[in-house]
């Protein structure tokens, strides 16, 4: 399996499934640059890109590289939970952390109006 599969896999199985565009969006490249990447043509994943992937997809960067290390769906625990947050909350940030930049912000604002006690608009 090559780099570009392992980013289809790890997209697929991503929960909930993430689209190309998706995965675009939150690494901030068009979509070409990811449909390129899954077809083997990785040129542009190195430095930034490929740690913004693994982070997004929630694997490690040796992972898509090599086929080595945390995969899809092997939450790492003991790297994500410094804090000793439960399961729930840890789902929760992975799934954020998955979200474009525009739709951070309406959960952030969600959150803080959940907070003051305000209903949502």
């Avoid at 565009?21 to 990785?42: F, H, I, M, R």
Wanted: charged share 25%.
């Amino acid at each position: 399996m090559n780099i570009g599969q392992r980013i289809k896999q790890a997209r697929l199985a991503h929960k909930p499934k993430m689209t190309q565009k998706q995965l675009a969006e939150a690494v901030d490249v068009s979509c070409p640059a990811v449909t390129q990447w899954e077809k083997g043509d990785n040129k542009m994943l190195a430095g930034d890109n490929l740690v913004r992937v693994a982070r997004t997809l929630g694997v490690t960067t040796e992972w898509l590289l090599y086929g080595t290390g945390s995969g899809p769906g092997e939450l790492r625990i003991e790297n994500k939970n410094p804090l000793g947050l439960d399961q729930e909350t840890l789902l929760m940030a992975q799934a954020f952390q998955s979200l474009s930049s525009t739709n951070r912000a309406v959960v952030r604002t969600v959150i803080d109006s959940l907070r003051a006690g305000r209903p949502e608009r």
